[in-house]
């Protein structure tokens, strides 16, 4: 059997895998870049409680490997009487993750923010949240979005740590075929192929974007 042959077999026992990578992609962004902009507001704020509670969460986040997130989740918090199911807990570390370094892009975007746009915001009497929520914040947004989509890329790439606590992803089902069939070489070549094909569409959307915005913030 050829190997484009054993690809087309191999690919409706691969595709429910990827369908769980997308999902679980989905929804470590969905949770963690609101995260990533609660901390880089609670990081900006000139409260001291927010701003630690803010720098422990993040560098946590930043400071350990997801893979070790993972395992500190799914195989120690049983110990302290929380059971998670697998799925979840990925979500929630990858999420973590994903809300820690989104809060530094937040942050540069914020301060990238030119000075003589606070100074209109304090002109015009918008002062404090209000000022920041409607005058810095949407800019701060714009200027963010471009290496928030790269980090994007690189969580659905991250995605297959999953395959560590048994979450049934693509990573998890190319192991499956590999076990049942000893064609390893094949289908993790297969593998690489769809993450390297949809990242590469992932990246060209990532530089259109960057290419829309950069025309966008010259024309203001």
Not at 165 to 173: C, D, F, G, H, R
């Amino acid at each position: 059997m050829d190997l484009i042959t054993q690809w087309l077999n191999w690919l409706p026992n691969l595709a429910p895998g990827l369908m769980v990578s997308l999902q679980l992609t989905g929804l470590s962004l969905l949770f963690g870049f609101p995260l990533g902009l609660l901390f880089a507001v609670m990081a900006a704020a000139k409260i001291a409680p927010l701003q630690w509670i803010s720098f422990f969460f993040v560098e946590i986040g930043r400071g350990l490997p997801a893979l070790v997130l993972l395992y500190l989740m799914y195989f120690s918090l049983p110990d302290a009487g929380i059971t998670l199911t697998s799925f979840t807990t990925a979500v929630i570390a990858l999420s973590w993750n994903t809300g820690a370094y989104a809060s530094e892009y937040f942050r540069a975007g914020i301060a990238a923010v030119p000075l003589g746009q606070r100074e209109a915001a304090l002109t015009s009497g918008l002062r404090g949240w209000t000022g920041f929520r409607l005058i810095i914040l949407p800019q701060a947004l714009r200027i963010s979005t471009p290496p928030l989509a790269g980090l994007a890329v690189l969580i659905f790439q991250g995605s297959a740590l999953a395959f560590v606590i048994a979450v049934p992803e693509l990573m998890s089902k190319a192991f499956e075929i590999g076990s049942i069939t000893f064609q390893y070489l094949g289908v993790y070549t297969l593998t690489a192929v769809i993450y390297g094909s949809l990242t590469l569409v992932f990246l060209g959307l990532v530089r259109l974007l960057e290419q829309r915005l950069g025309r966008h913030l010259q024309r203001n």
